[in-house]
T-cell receptor, first 109, second 113 residues
Framework: QKEVEQDPGPLSVPEGAIVSLNCTYS??????FMWYRQYSRKGPELLMY????GNKEDGRFTAQVDKSSKYISLFIRDSQPSDSATYLC?????????FGTGTSLTVIP | NAGVTQTPKFQVLKTGQSMTLQCAQD?????MYWYRQDPGMGLRLIYY???????DKGEVPNGYNVSRLNKREFSLRLESAAPSQTSVYFC????????????FGPGTRLTVL
């Protein structure tokens, strides 16, 4: 079993839709949870991170962590065509980062 | 600040050839990482260096060697390239604190024929 599981999609939504992206994990030692956005042929860039359980909001983005279920989510409100990218979840227990495989998102104008 | 830079951007090798991928960061970060990214596999850690002078294996280290030349530079060497090493390679750096994120370079697209 992989440490981090993420549905690869692809996910296609109309502009303005609410998008939900999810990851599950197996290691209860994970404490920091990140979401990265990767545009085609570019390196990943951090969107936001959270520590332990709870919600964190940044503009149109909300990250949610449920440690009891080992489940994390990223919600994108009022999605825009510029949000079209691959979204990767990542989590760490220490020095090593564990990444999901990424979910490909396309927002259609 | 240039952030994290990688050279070369593209490379084609023949099986058995060797090469070194270069990475440098100008953010004074302690930790540096090498990943490979393959379709359906996501990002997988090859090696990392928690601080200058130290290196550790990640998830997929076989066939690779690394050198942390100084605080700024972290190189990845393929001694005898194999087609299975065809991938996109990313270098990243972080300050090392768990709350600090990794900053990624633009990647090197490597094809081994």
């Amino acid at each position: 079993q992989k440490e981090v599981e993420q549905d690869p999609g692809p996910l296609s939504v109309p502009e303005g839709a609410i998008v939900s992206l999810n990851c599950t994990y197996s290691n209860s030692a994970f404490q920091y949870f990140m979401w990265y956005r990767q545009y085609s042929r570019k390196g990943p860039e951090l969107l936001m991170y959270t520590y332990s359980s709870g919600n964190k909001e940044d503009g149109r983005f909300t990250a949610q962590v449920d440690k009891s279920s080992k489940y994390i989510s990223l919600f994108i409100r009022d999605s825009q065509p510029s949000d079209s990218a691959t979204y990767l979840c990542a989590m760490i227990p220490g020095n090593q980062f564990y990444f999901g495989t990424g979910t490909s998102l396309t927002v259609i104008p | 600040n240039a952030g994290v830079t990688q050279t070369p951007k593209f490379q084609v090798l023949k099986t058995g050839q060797s090469m070194t991928l270069q990475c440098a960061q100008d953010m004074n970060h302690n930790s540096m990482y090498w990943y490979r990214q393959d379709p359906g596999m996501g990002l997988r850690l090859i090696y990392y260096s928690a601080s200058e002078g130290t290196t550790d294996k990640g998830e997929v280290p076989n066939g690779y060697n690394v050198s942390r030349l100084n605080k700024r530079e972290f190189s990845l060497r393929l001694e005898s390239a194999a087609p299975s090493q065809t991938s996109v390679y990313f270098c990243a750096s972080s300050d090392g604190h768990p709350a600090d994120t990794q900053y990624f370079g633009p990647g090197t697209r490597l094809t081994v024929l």
